[in-house]
């Protein structure tokens, strides 16, 4: 669940005007409520249990054994602009404080933990893992979601995520609305270590007359950018990669999209489904790319702003036997 302290509204509105595919240092808006639950017998994360349209909904990662969905409780304190994650270790005294070299991702907040600690009796400091928190409300304070991620194991390591909306939704019965919006990711790889940040924009259609069961929910992700966490741009190093890969120039990173099929939404305004990349080759044909799942939640009088997860799996063409994993987050709004 995540905690805030509460701000005012006007604050909010100016700093989710501070929106752009760039890195720059903005703050978070704050807002919101609680909430716990267990497995929803659709294909959604854990969380909410018996939710409704009317109601607050959260969900996390699930556990996989592995250390994804170590993470269902964090805390935003604005007074200190801090961001507590409880439940990982070596990351200092959970409080993650606004990053140094790369302190947002255009509207969303990014946060980094402690690099040492020190033993109260010794006096000896210890050095710490290397976590970041990527967090972003939106205007109105009723969606939000945050992710956090370590760089510090050879396998993916311990982390998680959670988005959730604090208040209700009413979804239009007919037509069609289209939203857009800012979309940003922490990577992590399983084969060796490390962190990255990605930048991109989102679009997204919704088809509130079909399919009948389920409206049908169109998404595409574009312009998406790769950072080291010093905030170096090293999209070009992972295009010349897999451009030998498959022996095709590749100018650009594939633009993600939804897999469009029916029973996508739900009535409590919840959606989840499948994502994917391909890029092209020098057989004229595309292949896959990256594969996923995405996970959102749509809130507001007539569905006005959609919030939610991504999470894509791909092999990275820098490096052979590495497998990366790109964990981002979305606001979009219907204007």
Known sequence: MILRSAAPLALMLALAACGGNSLNNVAPGTDGGTDGGIDSDRELPPGTESPTRNSDIVRYEAEDGAGSGYVTSVSYDRATDTFTVDNLAFDGDNAYRRGVAVGSLGPYAVYESDSAYIDSQTGAPIEQYTHRALYGVSRTGETEFAIVRTGSYVGYGFGGFIYERNGSVTLPTEGQASFTGDYAALRDFQGRGGLEYVTGDMAMAIDFDDFNSGAAVRGEITNRAIFDLNGRD??????????????????????????????????????????DSAVPTDTGTREAYESGNFYAV??????????????LTADDPRFDGVTVRETGGFILYRE
């Open 298 to 311: 749509v809130s507001g009088d007539g569905a006005q702003e959609v919030t939610g997860i991504i999470v």
């Open 234 to 275: 090293i999209t070009a190093e992972v295009l010349a990669a897999l451009s030998e890969d498959t022996n095709v120039t590749q100018s650009v990173l594939p633009t993600v999209v939804f897999q469009v099929g029916p029973g996508t939404l739900d009535a409590n305004g919840e959606m989840a489904g499948l994502a």
